[in-house]
Structure formats: C-alpha cells, structure tokens
C-alpha cells in the first residue's frame, strides 16, 4: 500500500462497499446474494496471500536479528506483537461471523473454523446479524477492538510519517457516516444493521482484509527501520529434521523443528563431497577441497536439492556435500557443508503368536528375532532358563526346565547397547506320543490277517510342529482265553512270536488288548501310552 492517497486497492475496496451498500439498499435476489459470496471468497483468498507475505517479512525480521541482533531485535519485537494484536483482531472478526452462522443455523456451512458461504441457505437473512452485532452489543465490542489495533499501530509509527498514519486511519476508519436528511447512524447499524447475512459477512470479511492490510504497511515501515539481510529469500516452509525416524519404546525422540528459507528464483548449486574449512575471528569459512573432483551437481527444483539413490545393500550410509549460493552483490560465493546419515535394513515380517509362546524342553526350538531398523547382527539375546545360540539367520532355544523362560533383547543404536524389552515363554514338557498299531489308536476293528501281518507297535506325535520320533520299548498283548486272561510282553517295538501265538488261537469277534505301551524321546525320558483295544473280524 502506498502512503497519502488511497492505493488502487483501498479504492477497489471502497467501490465494492459502495456497490455493495446500494445493492443491499434494493430488494435484491438470490442471484444478487451469491454475487457477495464470489466477493467474499475472492477476498479470503486474498487475505490468504496476505498472511502468506506477512510471514515472509516475519522470517526477514529473523534473519536480520540472526545477522545484528544489537540493531534488530527491538524492530523485531514490535513487528512480533504486531502480530499478535493483528491475528487477534483477525480471529476475533472470525468468531464473530462464525457466531452470526450459528445463529442461524447454518451449520453446513461451517467446518472447523472455515467458512463455505455456498453453502449458506438463508443468505437473505436480515434478523440474526443485527441481534448479534446490534442486539448484543458485539458490534460496538468490534469497534472498540479495531480502534485500540489502528492506536497501537499508529503509536510505533513517527509522526513525522504522516502518509503511513492517514493510510491507517483511512483502513481501519470506524467513524459513524454522515448524516443524511438529519438521521443519524452509528458505524456499527451502518456495517450490520438491516443487512442481509451474506453481506454482512462480505463486509467482514472486508474488515479481516484491512486488518492485513494494515499489518502489512507497518511491518514494512519497520523493517525500514533495520539493515536489510544479505540474502533475499522467496519461500518458506516449515522443516523437521529428527534424529531418528524410527524410535524404540523408552528411548529418546529429538527433532530441530525450523523454518527454512529459500529462493526460488535462484537455484544453489549442491555437490556431493568434502569441503575445506579455515577458522576466523567470525567463524568458519568453508571452501571447496583442493583437487576433489565433485562431478555433476545434484539437480533443483524451487530451490531444493534432489538426492535419490536405490538402497542396494544393508548397514548405516553416510551423505556428505557443499551448497553454494551465489552472493547478492557479487560478492564472492557462500559455501556451507552439510551431513546426514541414514540407515538401511533387510526386509523383515515379524509375526508373534500370542496365544502359543511356548517352548518344550529336549528339542531345538527356533525362534526369529528381530528389530525393525537394526541390523541382524546388532541384536544380542540372552535367556533366563536354558540356552539360545545363533543358527544362520535364527536362533535355537533349549530350555533346561519347565515353567518359564524369558527372553531379553540388547540392540546396538548409535554405537551403544539399548534394551528392546523381554518376552516371557512358557516351557513345557513334548506331550505324549499316540501308540498305534495298523494305524489304529485306542480302538477299532481290525482283520485277523492284517494284525498278524504287523510288525509290532509304534508311537507318532500327533498335532505337533516339531518333528520328533519316539520309540516304542515295551508293551504287553491281552486275549480272554477259556474266561482267563492271557497276556505276553514284548520289550521292544515288535511283536513277539508268544505274542503272535495268542493273536492267533484268537477267535473272530474277540478282542485282543495292547496295553502297558512304553515310549523313550529324545531326551530320554519313557512315556507310558495309552491302550489299545482291538476287535477281531
């Protein structure tokens, strides 16, 4: 905005208020009515931009106190708390016509704290604007706020910059009209009173863009007042840089939250590779290495470095250049090194079967351990009851006991052993194998011919993932001869021929007993079986 007369903008706005004040004066239509809507969103549009200025000259204001802060911080300070008055005024109008909406019911209209005024049903509306800025006093609560804002402002400014002071006093004007035919009427009537709400809202809307406005001016009248910085930048964005992006429960998360500036219309040039460094009284200065070749600088876009390359093997990878910017006023060439580091891991699923933690005790148990973002060969296990060793890219477990087993996980970050947490096992005894003999367990059917055609006994593990074997040792054959029982022991897996002898002088339809059926594991221990009942056909 210029100083003394009105900018084309202060006029352009003038005119709108001026049409928009003789269409509100008719009894205008729908169609009139969603003409203030396309109004109203072109001006928070451009209060969009505005903010996104402002923030600029903001990050100038940083960079100047970055650079000389015996000359900066006290401009500096005042265009901070030029800030703070010029988002409460703007967020207090916000809340006003957020009210005037909820008044009215419009609440599609409304998400959060933004405004969609297509979607406002009753745009005509007359009622609830002038109870909520007339009724209940709110409109003169803003005109008090807008008058305290325009005498801030004008107190940091010297009187001697009598432009700036009339521009302000013009923008923020809350002087009450002329009369007309001897009536009089307050501002607040003249902005709020027998309105339609789609105007109303355009209007302050209309207010909320000289607010910016305002805010605008006075900044840049005090960065006058401050040496301008040495480079000039055309964007910001917010930036994060973590330590880690990947933190295990109990350690530490840190991040430098900042905003970085850049300039778009001037690409740096970004090498990979070292520099040279020389101490000075003002610090470092920091050159190009003699004799490095750098090769091709990585390519820009708005002013931002792209680095991308595939991560083809395992292991902590280290990413090292120079930025260089050319100097505003030909000066020679800013140099500043940068350093970062990144980690690549294998591929990796971790599944854990809550509900079957269990190991058995006699056998090897494997068990794959990991932890997303190390390295395999970072990670060091420990038990409590047994042993684990490493096996290729898993561990064996071989617990000592029954009862339980607890597992404790040390990984190696940043060079130091952490604790990854403990995982508790339940350690339980291999179950019982199921004797079987012709393929029959506990009892069935069986042909004469076929029983006397088996070996002997065995004992297979049923429903269990390990693959283990018993052998049957001893067991004990039982057929009802003449109403006594007779019975043979074998004390190994096969039949005997005593045993035979008393399949055979069975009859069809009798039933021969295995019972007494004894297994040995692998770790050595006997099992005692179940029986097997068998009916002759």
């Not at 013009?170 to 105007?199: I, M, N, Q, R, Y």
């Not at 390519?299 to 395992?314: D, L, M, N, Q, W």
């Not at 019975?487 to 007494?516: C, H, M, W």
Request: charged share 25%; aromatic share 8%.
């Amino acid at each position: 905005m210029g100083h003394g007369k009105e900018t084309p903008r202060q006029k352009m706005i003038g005119m709108m208020y001026l049409v928009l004040t003789a269409l509100l004066a008719l009894n205008v239509q729908k169609e009139v009515l969603n003409a203030f809507v396309i109004v109203d969103e072109g001006m928070t549009k451009m209060n969009e931009n505005y903010s996104k200025k402002n923030e600029e000259m903001y990050f100038a204001f940083d960079q100047a106190n970055a650079q000389n802060p015996a000359k900066s911080k006290k401009w500096r300070d005042i265009a901070y708390t030029v800030k703070q008055k010029s988002e409460e005024l703007y967020e207090n109008i916000q809340d006003l016509k957020l009210k005037i909406l909820s008044t009215a019911g419009e609440v599609e209209a409304v998400k959060g704290r933004e405004i969609n005024t297509m979607l406002i049903n009753g745009k005509e509306n007359t009622d609830v604007p002038a109870q909520v800025m007339i009724v209940e006093g709110n409109g003169k609560k803003l005109k008090a706020m807008i008058e305290d804002y325009r005498r801030y402002l004008i107190e940091q400014i010297d009187p001697k910059a009598e432009a700036l002071i009339n521009s302000l006093e013009t923008g923020l004007s809350t002087k009450d009209p002329e009369p007309v035919g001897g009536k009089t009427e307050s501002w607040e009537s003249e902005h709020f009173e027998h309105l339609p709400l789609a105007g109303v809202l355009t209007i302050m809307t209309g207010l909320q863009s000289n607010v910016k406005n305002a805010e605008a001016d006075v900044l840049r009248y005090l960065y006058t007042m401050i040496d301008k910085g040495s480079f000039k930048f055309t964007s910001l964005e917010a930036t994060v840089i973590a330590n880690s992006n990947y933190v295990i429960q109990g350690n530490e998360y840190q991040a430098k939250v900042f905003m970085a500036a850049f300039d778009t219309t001037q690409d740096p040039e970004i090498y990979l590779g070292p520099c040279d460094s020389v101490r000075t009284e003002e610090g470092y200065v920091y050159t190009e290495k003699k004799g490095f070749n750098y090769g091709a600088p990585l390519p820009v876009k708005k002013g931002k470095g792209i680095y991308s390359v595939r991560a083809t093997a395992p292991g902590e990878k280290n990413l090292v250049g120079i930025i260089k910017l050319k100097a505003p006023s030909g000066g020679q060439d800013i140099i500043r090194p940068f350093k970062t580091s990144y980690r690549v891991a294998e591929p990796m699923l971790v599944v854990s079967p809550t509900k079957m933690n269990v190991f058995y005790l006699g056998v090897d148990n494997p068990v794959e351990i990991s932890v997303p973002g190390v390295e395999a060969e970072k990670i060091f296990p420990s038990i409590s009851n047994g042993t684990i060793t490493k096996s290729g890219k898993s561990f064996i477990v071989r617990p000592s006991k029954s009862g339980i087993a607890q597992i404790n996980i040390l990984a190696e970050i940043d060079k130091q052993k952490k604790q990854m947490g403990a995982k508790e096992f339940r350690v339980k005894i291999v179950p019982d194998p199921v004797a079987k003999v012709a393929g029959i367990k506990g009892s069935g059917v069986i042909d004469k011919n076929v029983l006397l055609a088996q070996s002997g006994i065995v004992a297979e593990m049923e429903n269990f993932d390990f693959d283990l074997q018993f052998k049957v040792t001893e067991f004990k054959v039982s057929v009802n001869v003449g109403g006594f029982s007779n019975d043979k022991t074998s004390k190994s897996n096969k039949f005997t021929p005593e045993q035979f002898n008393l399949i055979k002088g069975a009859n069809r339809g009798q039933k021969v007993y295995i019972e007494d059926v004894k297994a040995v594991g692998p770790d050595g221990s006997i099992r005692l079986l179940g029986s097997i009942a068998l009916t002759l056909k």
